[in-house]
């Protein structure tokens, strides 16, 4: 019995950690939160169908970059995939009866969109909590982000930068501005009841709040934290 169960939780672990292993370098073709969407297409409230576009990180505009992290987790360049703080403030709002702010950083949504399904039970915070090490340990914090922006839900069956900047703004992820990064950051919160092409009165300030931020960060100058240049190859003698 021993044996079997040692065999078993080696087979759950490469199943878990394989995958993870090789999103670090293959761009995922689908994520779970999309498969419940295209299941679900269709149906009472749930969109026609699903949108959703890779983009490599190097065609994205720095400016969402910049927005998500600004709107999501200010700290993600320096966490190690759990915003403890957060994590403290958002169980003392709990004891106090107030609304729970929500504490998940981009490690951990990409956890959870990626590889599990909605909901607040022990076992999947528990799995998410899980993923989210892995992530955290095997991937570059640039992988994270451009996983983060390829995967997220802009709109209702929109996901991913790439979809969205075509469906939103007819152009390209690579030439979005910052006001238009903002807006798409500004309805992460609920990308089902906020609106992109219909921002509402919060939705447009939430993104100057957003805008704000983003200087305050530092503006794209942030990303050098995340994405250092490539190292400079040093000249031939001749």
Same mark, same amino acid.
């Given at each position: %019995?021993f044996?079997?169960?040692?065999?078993?939780? !080696?087979?759950?672990?490469?199943?878990? *950690?394989?995958?993870? $292993?090789?999103?670090?370098w %293959?761009?995922?073709?689908? !994520?779970?939160?999309? +498969?419940?969407?295209?299941?679900?297409?269709?149906?009472?409230g749930?969109?026609?169908?699903?949108?959703?576009?890779?983009?490599? =990180?190097?065609?994205?505009?720095?400016?969402?970059?910049v927005?998500?992290?600004?709107?999501?987790?200010?700290?993600?360049?320096?966490h190690?995939?759990?915003?403890?703080?957060?994590?403290?403030?958002?169980?003392?709002?709990?004891e106090?009866?107030?609304?729970?702010?929500?504490?998940? !950083?981009?490690?951990?949504?990409?956890?959870? @969109?990626?590889?599990?399904?909605? =909901?607040?039970?022990?076992?999947?915070?528990g799995?998410?909590?899980?993923?989210?090490?892995?992530?955290? !340990?095997?991937?570059?914090?640039?992988?994270?982000?451009? $996983?983060?922006? @390829? +995967?997220?839900?802009?709109g209702?069956?929109?996901?991913g930068?790439?979809?969205?900047?075509? +469906?939103?703004?007819?152009?390209?992820?690579?030439?979005? @501005?910052?006001?238009?990064?903002?807006?798409?950051?500004?309805?992460?919160?609920?990308?089902?009841? %906020?609106?992109?092409r219909?921002?509402?009165?919060?939705?447009?300030?939430?993104?100057?709040?957003?805008?704000?931020?983003?200087? =305050?960060?530092?503006?794209?100058?942030?990303?050098?934290? *995340?994405?250092?240049?490539?190292?400079?190859q040093?000249?031939?003698?001749?």
């Open positions: %019995m044996r079997l169960l040692a065999w078993l939780l !080696t087979l759950l672990l490469l199943l878990s *950690i394989g995958p993870v $292993v090789l999103l670090r %293959m761009d995922p073709p689908t !994520t779970a939160f999309i +498969i419940r969407e295209r299941l679900s297409a269709g149906e009472p749930k969109p026609r169908s699903v949108q959703y576009r890779w983009v490599d =990180g190097n065609q994205i505009s720095p400016h969402i970059k927005a998500v992290i600004a709107s999501e987790d200010q700290k993600f360049p320096e190690y995939g759990f915003d403890l703080d957060s994590i403290n403030d958002a169980l003392e709002d709990r106090r009866g107030r609304r729970v702010r929500g504490a998940s !950083t981009l490690s951990q949504q990409v956890a959870k @969109n990626m590889f599990l399904w909605p =909901g607040q039970s022990w076992i999947r915070k799995l998410e909590a899980y993923f989210t090490v892995l992530i955290e !340990t095997l991937w570059p914090k640039r992988r994270i982000l451009e $996983v983060y922006v @390829n +995967i997220a839900e802009f209702s069956g929109v996901f930068v790439g979809a969205a900047s075509e +469906i939103f703004f007819k152009k390209p992820a690579a030439r979005l @501005n910052a006001p238009e990064a903002a807006l798409l950051a500004a309805v992460l919160p609920s990308p089902k009841r %906020m609106k992109v219909a921002p509402s009165r919060y939705v447009l300030s939430r993104q100057q709040w957003i805008l704000g931020q983003m200087r =305050g960060l530092g503006g794209v100058g942030l990303l050098r934290e *995340i994405e250092p240049p490539p190292p400079k040093a000249k031939k003698k001749s």
